[in-house]
């Protein structure tokens, strides 16, 4: 490669992914507008579906890297988490209530709002099918796979969960009486596992940073078939993120109010850093520095509660990625004029809760889950598509949440009365 090439390519990746993707979309925008004005009969110029080429690579990759993710983060948490004994039971508890609290926030807006119904889509290719039945039993039965590396092999997530706490409860047990009895082997492991995670995380990047070229074919090929009609929707399904976001961060300040000695007002004016970094970043682990850094010493917490609910819950916790993902669900299911159950919102809640332990604290991380979540309830993959356009900026916002999760967990985790810090 020449210098110059070198330097473009330099350039180039200095643009920040948001701004990437916001001048492929206006460019996607001018060029489908084009492609439609020219082209009097958009049926007769196949050749614009190719323009949706790479946005179902970046789809088939993400799909395909989501079951490693989630394995290897749940394996990696359960090897190197330390939760001291009843402190660890109230963190389990608080980031359980958080989630689902999260979730049927996300489902009551969605259900509620409906952002999704009226709107026209253009139909999911002829290769996925929409289920419209599901039965929970079958589920239930389902949930032991018949080999143990067939979850991967079908990204079904309720398996891999399976599988991964199957694994990491065993895994956590030899460690904890390996060290007992002074042995050393499971650092092999360990040090694999990070490895492997790592590596996922990495692949993901690429990945990623493909993403303004696969908004770009979509959009234009969109514009290009059917106009703005399908984006329309969009714009509902933006402002009902927001609000259900927005819900979720007046229920972590009422559980302060009520649970922590830290006042919300206080809250949000010690830990502003924390969340402006989020919003920036779009990464709750890139965010984690600045997180533990105003809990200790802005907020005032104990170093204990505050790399408690940081440094597990950051890894665990993603109450913003479980809302949207549940959201998400929903709104393609109404785009599609079809009813969700109650069972089947159930598996939503479920799998949400997994696909959002799963997702990584980085940037897009909740779109590679989602499409578990989606082919748990049986809905077409293609329609992620469509919210990668949005996604830039949603991300930033349920990542806010995500952060705010972790530092309101860690206040709780402080308790009602305020205890010297030298005291521990
Ligand atoms: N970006 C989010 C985070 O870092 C994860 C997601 O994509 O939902 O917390």
Redesign the pocket.
């Known amino acids: 490669m020449n210098n110059l090439a070198i330097k473009n390519r330099l350039s180039w990746q200095h643009i920040p992914l948001y701004l990437q993707i916001a001048i492929a979309l206006i460019v996607a925008v001018l060029f489908g507008t084009f492609l439609r004005v020219i082209i009097p009969n958009p049926d007769t110029a196949v050749w614009i579906n190719h323009l949706v080429i790479p946005c179902n690579l970046v789809l088939k990759a993400l799909r395909a890297l989501a079951t490693p993710l989630i394995l290897l983060a749940v394996l990696h948490s359960f090897l190197t988490a330390s939760i001291p004994g009843s402190q660890g039971r109230r963190l389990v508890v608080f980031l359980f209530t958080n989630t689902l609290v999260a979730i049927l926030i996300g489902l009551l807006v969605a259900n509620f709002l409906q952002p999704g119904s009226g709107s026209s889509l253009p139909a999911p290719s002829a290769t996925e099918k929409v289920s419209t039945t599901l039965d929970p039993w079958g589920l239930l039965q389902d949930i032991v796979p018949d080999a143990l590396i067939k979850p991967l092999v079908d990204n079904n997530v309720l398996q891999l969960i399976f599988v991964a706490l199957a694994f990491g409860v065993m895994l956590r047990a030899l460690k904890t009486e390996q060290i007992a009895s002074h042995k050393t082997e499971y650092l092999v492991i360990e040090q694999a596992i990070a490895m492997l995670f790592e590596a996922v995380k990495g692949i993901l990047h690429w990945v990623i940073a493909l993403v303004p070229v696969a908004v770009f074919g979509i959009v234009a090929k969109t514009i290009a078939l059917h106009g703005v009609a399908p984006f329309k929707a969009l714009g509902a399904f933006i402002l009902a993120v927001l609000l259900a976001l927005f819900f979720q961060s007046c229920y972590y300040l009422v559980r302060l109010y009520l649970g922590s000695w830290v006042s919300p007002r206080s809250f949000l004016l010690g830990t502003s850093d924390a969340l402006l970094t ?1 919003f920036s970043t ?4 890139a965010t984690m520095p600045v997180t533990f850094r105003v809990l200790s010493e802005k907020v005032g917490l104990r170093e204990s509660s505050a790399s408690l609910g940081v440094l597990v819950g950051g890894n665990f916790n ?1 109450d ?2 479980a809302l ?1 993902e549940a959201m998400s669900a929903l709104f393609i299911t109404q785009v599609l004029g079809l009813n969700l159950t109650l069972p089947q919102q159930l598996v939503v809640v479920i799998t949400s809760i997994f696909a959002s332990v799963g ?9 590679v889950t989602m499409t578990l979540v989606f082919t748990a309830v049986g809905l077409p993959t293609q329609y992620i598509a469509l919210l990668i356009t949005v996604d830039w900026f949603l ?1 930033r916002c ?2 806010t949440i ?2 705010m999760g972790d530092m309101t967990v860690s206040c709780l985790l402080d308790g009602k009365k305020r205890r010297a810090i030298d005291a521990e």
């Open positions: 989020a779009a990464s709750s682990t993603h913003g990625t949207y997702a990584a604290g980085i940037p897009e991380a909740g779109l991300d349920r990542t995500n952060v």
